[in-house]
Nanobody, 115 residues
Framework: QVQLVESGGGLVQAGGSLRLSCAASKSTFSINSIGWYRQAPGTQRELVATISNFAGTNYADSVKGRFTISRDNAKNTVYLQMNSLQPEDTAAYYC?????????WGRGTQVTVSA
């Protein structure tokens, strides 16, 4: 079992920045893949960014160059630095981990970007 707790969401103006954190109950180094997804109302959950031991980092085209995912294995925490935020980035952001053939999700943190 892996518990994931997100934090860092909030309200920000367009062009602003936020940093999301995801604290994991397991060593992030031991987790095959960990990262962020988001879901806006009326839409499907979509990948934002992931980091894995074998494939490195992966980003959605819509966030490349603006968002950066990083991992602090000493703190068992994954971060998502979000810069140049736009209203279309408004969504609930969920931390996800793939560990021992199981998918785990956090409860989410809301990010709202005002125009």
């Amino acid at each position: 079992q892996v518990q994931l707790v997100e934090s860092g969401g909030g309200l920000v103006q367009a062009g602003g920045s936020l940093r999301l954190s995801c604290a994991a109950s397991k060593s992030t180094f031991s987790i095959n893949s960990i990262g962020w997804y988001r879901q806006a109302p009326g839409t499907q959950r979509e990948l934002v960014a992931t980091i894995s031991n074998f494939a490195g980092t992966n980003y959605a085209d819509s966030v490349k160059g603006r968002f950066t995912i990083s991992r602090d294995n000493a703190k068992n925490t994954v971060y998502l630095q979000m810069n140049s935020l736009q209203p279309e980035d408004t969504a609930a952001y969920y931390c996800h981990a793939y560990y021992r053939l199981q998918n785990y999700w956090g409860r989410g943190t809301q990010v709202t970007v005002s125009a």
